[in-house]
């Protein structure tokens, strides 16, 4: 559970669905943790496969000050995506994505 993670960790738990990392991620970025960089951002797959964890990077690094580490999953769309390109350039990419009550594809 969340809070076990939190209690194990010593740490704030913020469970970030798609809506709050898309449109509202300042609440992410705009906590102590991460101002302070002793913050996580963990996501399934590869970090950069999706615009949204770039622009993500992008503002935290650039425009917070934020330091910022990658660490990527084992995949090859990391090359592809750790080079600065465009995985969509490179044909059709498929999502598996996770169906909430308020958001289906």
């Not at 704030?12 to 913050?39: G, H, P, W």
């Not at 350039?89 to 308020?102: C, E, K, L």
Request: charged share 20%; aromatic share 10%.
């Amino acid at each position: 559970s969340i809070e076990e993670l939190e209690s194990y960790y010593n740490k704030k738990i913020i469970l970030a669905d798609r809506f709050m990392v898309e449109q509202d991620s300042d609440k992410i970025l705009n906590t102590e943790q991460c101002i302070n960089n002793n913050c996580a951002f963990l996501v399934v797959g590869d970090p950069f496969a999706a615009t949204t964890h770039c622009d993500l990077l992008l503002r935290a690094a650039k425009d917070k000050k934020i330091q910022c580490e990658i660490i990527h999953n084992a995949s090859i769309m990391n090359a592809v995506s750790c080079c600065g390109l465009q995985l969509y350039s490179f044909g059709a990419t498929v999502s598996i994505p996770f169906w909430t009550d308020n958001w289906k594809p």
